[in-house]
């Protein structure tokens, strides 16, 4: 029992780790200034590649699971890209913790999905939170309908993408998990996914690249290196415990990147969205303390 504490509790720090770097990533995206996202997209991602690969070949990683899996691999990429795409320009647009918050809907999202494509089914107390943190992010979108002085119904269009940034994150994850478990290694469709993404952005970059001084340079490579930083440690973090114990303290990296947009950006979020907040981490803390007493 100590050592399972032990365990556990690394997995913990990991899963801190990773929200602290995520957090980074995002600061660095957004101080990079104007370029376009797809641009950033590459460059965020170039990185990455590097990585994973060195890791494949120090590793000798096989690919011999991916046999009759390419089309998950594949889907997780698409899906991966997309809401990374859309989560850079809802970063560029939005307070980074709003942007953030909206993209730890991911595994809200990954619940509905995963009844579609795990044929997993979701228990009542899962739905309902699921209804609670959408009901939450109301208060971060701030549809005009909703807003007294709002000069349209709908929902922003930075907010709008933000939301899809963390839907496509749901439908990444679910796949992810799919591939994973049919033993395709995880180091591959991280590769994969990297690369894929370049591959998207490099015909933009090629056509309408946006010229850059060293500063943004340094930003988006600084990013890429968060983001490798975030996927070692998230990595990490699941060898040491399940996910269903570690999922609620991922929700921290809305608090260091309301710290780090404060401290940087002089960013402060509005009642509106701190309600939001507080409503879509409950309904997470409420999700995540019903399944462990389930499980024990």
């Known amino acids: 029992m100590v050592i399972e504490m032990k365990e556990k509790n ?3 720090l990991c899963i801190i780790c990773a929200a602290f770097f995520f957090a980074l990533m995002n600061l660095f995206v957004k101080m990079s200034g104007g370029i376009p996202t797809l641009q950033k997209t590459f460059f965020r991602n170039i990185v990455a590649v590097f990585f994973s690969l060195a890791l494949i070949i120090k590793n000798n990683v096989k690919i011999s699971g991916c046999k009759g899996n390419w089309h998950l691999v594949f889907l997780r990429s698409v899906f991966g890209t997309l809401g990374l795409v859309f989560n850079f320009y809802a970063i560029d647009h939005l307070n980074i913790s709003d942007a953030s918050m909206l993209n730890k809907l991911s595994p ?62 749901g439908m990444a994850y679910t796949l992810l998990r799919k591939a994973a478990g049919r033993g395709v290694p995880g180091n591959f469709i991280v590769f994969f996914f990297s690369l894929f993404s370049c591959l998207c952005s490099l015909p933009y970059c090629i056509t309408s690249y946006t010229p850059m001084d060293l500063k943004q340079l340094a930003f988006l490579l600084l990013a890429g290196l968060a983001a490798t930083g975030g996927q070692f440690s ?30 940087f950006l002089g960013e402060i979020p509005d009642i509106l969205s701190y309600i939001g907040y507080v409503v879509i981490i409950s309904a997470s803390a409420v999700m995540f303390v019903l399944r462990n007493r389930r499980d024990t």
Do not use: H, R, W
């Open 10 to 12: 690394k997995g913990i």
């Open 108 to 169: 809200f999202f990954a619940i509905l999905f995963s009844y579609f494509i795990l044929k997993e089914k979701a228990e009542l107390y899962q739905l309902a939170c699921v209804f609670a943190a959408l009901a939450g992010t109301l208060f971060i979108l701030k549809p005009g309908f909703l807003m007294p002085s709002g000069n349209s119904p709908f929902i922003p269009f930075p907010a709008l993408m933000g939301l899809l940034g963390g839907m496509g994150a």
């Open 234 to 263: 998230i990595t990490a973090a699941y060898t040491f415990a399940p996910a269903n114990e570690l999922s609620v303290y991922d929700y921290s990296q809305v608090i260091f990147a309301g710290i780090l947009g404060f401290l």
